[in-house]
């Protein structure tokens, strides 16, 4: 087969694979967010203890799970008085806590890599809030809040500032039932479907690639398959570094941590991967805009020690538990379409996001879509401008 034909045919054989779960996904996370509002977030985040860290993941695995989302709403918590750990935390969690990333890697990789992201981002979490408690300093998080009080546009400001949550009107079952909910949900299933869409085809793009025209001989030596215990240490210092390479975050790069998985990488290492949506070098920049540089370089060294740390945890206690997988057979296979039980739920799934769809575009879903990636406000500041 023609290499770009090959490599493009794995992309879609990844796609048709989680289509279904993808909808599945995003479906919950937009009933989650429907019901869950964001405008008392700052004040449940006052500061860096036990219970307000856990609030905070709690609050970061029921938003989006859009990694520039993600980053923006952290920003914006802070600016309202949040604690800097806290907000850091609850976008740790909106990446690595959230509903659709576990289903995508059930289907890929396995449950027991599902299992391991759950159980090792609490763990990352506590990991950096004792990096941040021990080696943070109060003026860097002062000159911190000064540079996010500039308000510099970063990415998806206006994704991460829609609350259209519906918090009146009985019981969560009833809200998520009326017109309005149905609405709210419709509205965030397409607008974090247009958050990531780019990410996903990315990661879809690059794992089909790798799969398709790397060797597995390269990857065994990069990975050092043949020092298994060197290996293990190996792995999850390696996977950040891949994934800051890739540019591929959110979920877009459960595809590529397969690829990865097949090739040889520690199980830890994939989760360390996997962990890394958040220090991808577009992602650094938006940073840099908004703490400085200075708490740019922090942020990039702590959290690459607490996501190696953490996957380094997990590879050990798995490996005594008896929960990694001795097969290495992560679904990459070639494009096949027959009606088997993944076309059968992918149909169901797609009569469902038609659904949304139509909701969406009958509720004026797209005058919201076209402001995702403005700041909120610019164009009334502009009209202010302009009328001066």
Known sequence: MNPILHA????????????????????????????????????????????????????????SSCS???????????????????????????????????????????????????????????????????????????????????????????????????????????????????????????????????????????????AAWVPATWWNRFFLTNHPQLAKWWGPIVGPTVAILSFVCSVGNVPLAAVLWNGGSSFGGVIAFIYADLLVIPILN??????????????????????????LVIEFVFQALHLVPRERHAKIVEAAVTMNYTTALNIIFLALAALLLWRFFRTNGMSMLRTMDKMPGASRRGAHARAH
């Open 8 to 63: 493009l045919s794995m992309a879609f054989a990844m796609f048709w694979e989680i289509l279904w779960a993808l909808i599945l996904g995003f479906g919950l996370s937009a009933v989650v967010q429907a019901v869950v509002s964001k405008k008392e977030m700052s004040k449940l985040l006052p500061d860096d203890s036990p219970k307000t860290l856990a609030v905070a993941s709690a609050l970061g695995a029921a938003s």
């Open 286 to 311: 938006i940073y840099r805009k908004y703490y400085g540089a200075k708490m740019t370089l922090f942020l990039f060294v702590t959290m690459f020690v607490a996501m190696s740390a953490a996957a």
């Open 68 to 210: 520039y989302a993600a980053v923006a709403l952290a920003r914006s918590l802070f600016r309202k008085g949040a604690n800097f750990t806290a907000a850091i935390a609850f976008m740790l969690a909106s990446t690595n806590l959230v509903i659709e990333l576990g289903i995508i890697m059930a289907i890929l990789l396995g449950w027991q890599f599902t299992l391991a992201e759950f159980a090792g981002g609490p763990l990352m979490v506590v990991i950096l809030a004792l990096l941040f408690r021990f080696f943070l300093k109060r003026h860097m998080v002062e000159e911190a809040r000064k540079q996010a009080d500039r308000g510099i546009a970063g990415k998806m400001e206006g994704h991460a500032a829609m609350d259209m949550s519906v918090s009146e009107g009985g019981s969560i079952w009833q809200r998520i039932r009326s017109p309005k909910g149905f609405t709210a949900i419709s509205h965030y299933f397409v607008m974090d479907w247009a958050a990531v869409w780019k990410d996903i085809t990315g990661g879809l793009l690059i794992a089909g690639a790798l």
